[in-house]
């Protein structure tokens, strides 16, 4: 892996922690997200503060500076327009993409890429619902809520689903359930979503049941 590529890819997981939740991502945290040692993170740590990407403390958690957040949305960009470039033109499925994109983020051509978003007609979201920034860094935002903090009866569309588990994403796939759903949250032994899409879908009896480890991957209209 090249200097530049392990740059961006510890500023784009820097950046993604916080983009639905306020607190700042730690050192070990990050570590365990990138699957790298520790010793490796306070390396790279030492690098990005020197080349005036990010601030911190020891042992305290990570703050991109406004040059580092700049050049994290664009890798951002890149990885999300080539998700949803994959699912809508190329065939593959919103649980194969996230692979792929990390893969040709870093290859791909300024120019390629302004092509992709122009062909798409400038998509505010990739499949899984995640923002994508405009070139011009602008970031879309959206007023959300946590599937585990969602109250009895709540309803609202889904607003974005976390692409950590494919598996998951294969299973509500199976059931209608995506990025602009509407369903209503029952609880209870469970957590069970009901698509909202019709009035048959409204009355039925049954749902879709959400694994307790999903809990913190699924966002709703607030």
Known sequence: ?????????YLKAIYAHTEWQPVPISPS????????????????????????????VPYGPLTLTAEGRLR?????????????????????????????????????????????????GHPVQDPHGDPIPTAGGTVPSFDALLL???????????????DRDPALLRSLAAEGIGPGTAVRVATGPTV??????????AKAPTGTEVPSDALDAIWLTA
């Open 1 to 9: 892996m090249s200097q530049d590529t392990a740059t961006e890819n």
């Open 29 to 56: 945290v990050l570590a365990g997200r990138l699957g790298v040692a520790p010793s490796s993170v306070t390396e790279m740590v030492k690098k990005l503060a020197a080349g005036g990407m990010l601030t911190h």
């Open 72 to 120: 994290a949305m664009g890798v951002v960009r890149r990885h999300r327009l080539i998700e949803t470039w994959l699912v809508r033109e190329m065939g593959f499925g919103w649980d194969e993409v996230h692979d792929e994109a990390e893969v040709l983020e870093h290859a791909i051509s300024e120019r390629l890429l302004d092509a992709i978003d122009e062909r798409l």
């Open 148 to 162: 585990a903090d969602a109250p009895e009866g709540h309803e609202g569309r889904v607003v974005r689903i976390s």
């Open 192 to 201: 069970t979503l009901h698509r909202l899409e019709g009035e048959s879908d």
